[in-house]
């Protein structure tokens, strides 16, 4: 039935930028098998899944969305992917996203762009805009995102979906291709906050092949889910980003948040509000920190190891044919990003800058620290806006950035979020992120599960 789906709607969508048909069909067969064979599978198995194209899929073309990666089959599966195949889940494709997951909008796809199926004129978020709109136009019950700033929460925040962002650590990094190291996130996005949950349940825990993923036990996402569930927030603190309450946001978002805020206490939970002072310095310091990392990580591609080699015609040299390759295989912005880390890493300006971030970066840890000693969660508004036009902020690489302006200190910081859909302003759908304490999870679902 989701590939029908798929056939019939993605025409127009553009979630998907390979579908898997033969493989799905296949790997649904093999659950049957398993089970007929007395195999007791969790509650996932058989249920259709969409994976975003940063991560790594055995013998599944994995691009990123770059020209640079095209025609590339990984010969490994991504831990997360791995473990979606244990539980017996079928993946039905790879979902479009901006090049190398840097964007806002998934205008920056080397394979055109993906449109909100709330309004095809507006787009869905990004860097994983292809999940999201997979889910919110039901070619896909389930997705994988990856967060890095924003990209699981901004895209679920304007397609009316859920995303989650969990702890930094909680789930593998391991073949994820990789943006930045000490921010990328895998997780989960779905139509609802339990289903969100379950999936979370498959993907996450300890990975011996990811020397950032953490050796603790999972938190019970789900029990939280079902428990936020009964709509009781009696005894939960709640802390309203006093930074993010209003300034340089949409009023119709402004809107929503205030009454979803006000639904909060009607559930019983207490609602204070809680100053971060530094989170105003957090967009600056993540577009030093991000475009560092990616610098140095896509530095491995070199026209030698993976996909696209311009120029080799036996008269250029090898520092040629790595120019070449890499300019006509890479996009402006992920080349924007390059430059500015190159620039941030390069000695004389490796303190003024880089070493600078990482130290706002502590500052931004500190104040989350503090305010979790006041309170159990902190709320604001996933986005400042809800889905803008194409083209409307692709001329101004600074207005894009503004997108993750509230999801940007959770990923410094390394702890969960998630954006529940929380109302519509001008009938186009608003979120609430839910931040909270580094491996406590489980308290972000369950306040998710009581507002939806
Ligand atoms: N929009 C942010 C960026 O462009 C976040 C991307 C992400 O989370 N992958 O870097």
Not at 312 to 323: A, F, Q, W
Request: hydrophobic share 40%.
């Amino acid at each position: 039935a989701h590939l029908d789906r798929i056939a019939e709607v993605d025409g127009r969508v553009h979630a998907f930028l390979h579908v898997d048909d033969a493989g799905a069909v296949e790997a649904a067969r093999a659950v049957d098998a398993r089970r007929a064979a007395g195999e007791k599978l969790g509650p996932l198995a058989g249920v259709p899944i969409a994976i975003k194209d940063v991560i790594a899929t055995k013998g599944i073309p994995t691009t990123a969305a770059s020209k640079i990666l095209e025609g590339w089959r990984p010969p490994y599966d991504a831990t997360v992917m791995t473990r979606i195949r244990e539980a017996g889940m079928v993946m039905l494709g790879k979902t479009n996203m901006d090049e190398f997951a840097m964007g806002s909008s998934t205008e920056y796809s080397a394979y055109g762009p993906t449109y909100n199926p709330w309004d095809l004129t507006r787009i869905p978020g990004g860097s994983g805009g292809g999940s999201a709109a997979a889910v919110a136009g039901y070619e896909a019950p389930l997705a994988i995102g990856t967060d890095t700033g924003g990209s699981i929460r901004q895209p679920g925040a304007v397609t009316g979906t859920v995303g989650a962002k969990p702890t930094y650590g909680g789930t593998s990094r391991y073949g994820l291709i990789a943006f930045s190291s000490s921010l990328d996130t895998p997780g989960p996005v779905a139509r609802t906050v339990l289903d969100t949950a379950l999936l979370h349940e498959v993907i996450a825990g300890h990975d011996p092949r990811d020397s950032t993923s953490i050796p603790l036990p999972v938190p019970d996402v789900v029990a939280a889910a079902r428990q936020g569930a009964t709509g009781d927030l009696t005894g939960v603190r709640v802390g309203l980003v006093k930074e993010f309450s209003g300034e340089g946001a949409e009023p119709g978002v402004m809107a929503v948040y205030r009454d979803t805020v006000e639904a909060l206490t009607k559930l019983g939970a207490e609602v204070v509000e809680v100053s971060c002072p530094h989170f105003q310095y957090a967009l600056p310091a993540y577009y030093l920190i991000a475009p560092s990392e990616c610098s140095s990580n896509l530095a491995r591609f070199d026209a030698v190891r993976f996909g696209l080699r311009v120029g080799d015609d036996g008269r250029n040299s090898l520092e040629d044919v790595m120019s070449l390759t890499r300019e006509a295989g890479f996009g402006d912005e992920v080349k924007r990003r390059i430059i500015i880390g190159t620039y941030a890493l390069s000695s004389g300006y490796y303190d003024a800058y880089y070493g600078q971030a990482q130290k706002v970066r502590t500052l931004i840890t500190r104040d989350f620290t503090s305010a979790f000693e006041q309170v159990d969660v902190l709320v604001s508004p996933t986005t400042p806006f809800t889905a803008f036009e194409l083209g409307a902020r692709t001329a101004d690489p600074y207005q894009m950035y503004l997108a993750d302006l509230y999801t940007i200190p959770t990923n410094l910081y390394g702890g969960p979020a998630i954006s529940v859909p929380a109302g519509l302003s001008d009938g186009l759908p608003v979120g609430l992120q839910i931040m909270a304490p580094t491996m406590a999870d489980d308290r972000m679902y369950r306040i998710a599960a009581a507002v939806e």
